[in-house]
């Protein structure tokens, strides 16, 4: 598979079948992650992958009762305590986590697991449930397994609305 197939072939996964997750699977995801790039190269980040069904379950309430999280059999946390902010005004921690994230979800659909990067949790429970210390933010999380069912692509605007050369284009 080709990294843009990864890209293509990408979905949020809601249902999980309760299969296990291979760890050889979930430590090639975390390696993905690893060799991310980051602002000055800081790597100030820490990956929590969760098997232990019982703490994925303490998970369920601080992901806002998603029933995804309870379904898979694993679960990730980023979570970075890089506190700069880059010279183009966006924090650092951020776009560190969001990177490492993104090559991360396109391993787990290189590797035939379904994901989906939740916006909605609530970043001091997840910090409890993971005995992540104060000074580190969590980015970004996502259930991880086996898809239960295929989902189909939803649209996308075409190239023409959102790609512009040399100036933007309205």
Known sequence: MTVMEAIQDRRSVRSYKPDPVEKEKLERILEAGRLAPSARNTQAWKFIMVTDPATIQKLVPACCGQSSVAQAPAFLAVCTNEPSTMACGQPARTI??????????????????????????????????????????VVAVTPIGYPAEEIPARPRKSAGEVISWEKFQG
């Open 96 to 137: 560190d986590g969001s990177i490492a994230m993104s090559f991360m979800i396109l391993e787990a659909e290189e590797l035939g697991l379904g994901t989906c990067w939740l916006g909605a949790f609530y970043n001091d429970q997840v910090k409890s449930a993971l005995s992540i210390p104060e000074e580190y933010d």
